[in-house]
């Protein structure tokens, strides 16, 4: 059930869980606040890091190649590429990822 301002545009809205999907709800907050789902949640952290970095350094989310031998011989290559990639980065100590910086930030450097 939600709620939402008279002219259904503006002000805040307000959803109401029925009793057991609230129960439920509550049962997975508490449970992100321990210990193993912190060491589970930084796991798959770095996994989608790597898949990130696959996909936007690599461009492997197309092939450019038909038939899958050689899009699988992509995907080897693309692998190897990261790997070359991180190494190169750990024997030069450059850190793999940056923090991004808006378009206003780095307008308000310049200045």
Same mark, same amino acid.
């Given at each position: 059930?939600?709620?939402?301002?008279?002219?259904?545009?503006?002000?805040?809205?307000?959803?109401?869980?029925?009793? /057991?999907?609230?129960?439920?709800?509550?049962?997975?907050?508490?449970?992100? +606040? &321990? /210990?193993?789902?912190?060491?589970?949640?930084?796991? %798959?952290?770095?996994?989608?890091?790597?898949?990130?970095?696959? $996909?936007?350094?690599?461009?492997?989310?197309?092939?450019?190649?038909?038939?899958?031998?050689?899009?699988? +011989?992509?995907?080897?290559?693309? $692998?190897?590429?990261? /790997?070359?990639?991180?190494?190169?980065?750990?024997? &030069?100590?450059?850190?793999?990822?940056?923090? %991004?910086?808006?378009?206003?930030? %780095?307008?308000?450097?310049?200045?």
């Amino acid at each position: 059930m939600t709620f939402k301002a008279a002219n259904g545009q503006w002000g805040h809205s307000l959803t109401l869980l029925p009793q /057991d999907q609230q129960d439920a709800l509550e049962v997975r907050c508490r449970e992100q +606040l &321990t /210990d193993e789902w912190q060491r589970r949640c930084t796991t %798959r952290a770095g996994m989608e890091g790597t898949i990130s970095q696959a $996909a936007w350094r690599t461009r492997i989310r197309r092939t450019r190649y038909t038939g899958l031998p050689k899009t699988h +011989l992509g995907h080897i290559l693309a $692998a190897t590429a990261i /790997d070359i990639i991180r190494l190169d980065a750990w024997i &030069t100590g450059t850190p793999l990822g940056e923090t %991004r910086t808006s378009h206003l930030a %780095r307008l308000e450097l310049a200045a």
